[in-house]
Nanobody
Framework: VQLVESGGGLVQPGGSLRLSCAASGYLYGYTIGWFRQAPGKEREEVSCMSVSGSITNYLDTVKGRFTISRDLNKNTAYLQMNSLKPEDAAIYYC??????????????????WGQGTQVTVTS
């Protein structure tokens, strides 16, 4: 499945963005992960949703501010980001895996990746 992210942009601290991840095919049967990578840093998983949708995980630093969701009818996953901080600035990637039923934060577990969308948080 091919993935295309959108929704990134420039926002002030405290602002919100909603990232979208549109899939070329069905997302049913895929675990979805949202990752980010800031300059000079490792790619890290921000959030994950299991195949069933019943399990969601979040990076500690985004808990309570970010929400992962999906619409299987639209083959689209989302990451709602509220109360954004300068340290949230990064390129955000969505990823999908048909091999992992539960969440995984290993990039090697994901087979499909989007091209990334830039999130900039600055006053």
């Amino acid at each position: 499945v091919q993935l295309v992210e959108s929704g990134g942009g420039l926002v002030q601290p405290g602002g919100s963005l909603r990232l979208s991840c549109a899939a070329s095919g069905y997302l049913y049967g895929y675990t979805i992960g949202w990752f980010r990578q800031a300059p000079g840093k490792e790619r890290e998983e921000v959030s994950c949703m299991s195949v069933s949708g019943s399990i969601t995980n979040y990076l500690d630093t985004v808990k309570g501010r970010f929400t992962i969701s999906r619409d299987l009818n639209k083959n689209t996953a989302y990451l709602q980001m509220n109360s954004l901080k300068p340290e949230d600035a990064a390129i955000y990637y969505c990823a999908a895996s048909p091999r992992v039923y539960y969440c995984s934060d290993y990039t090697s577990d994901y087979d499909s990746w989007g091209q990334g969308t830039q999130v900039t948080v600055t006053s």
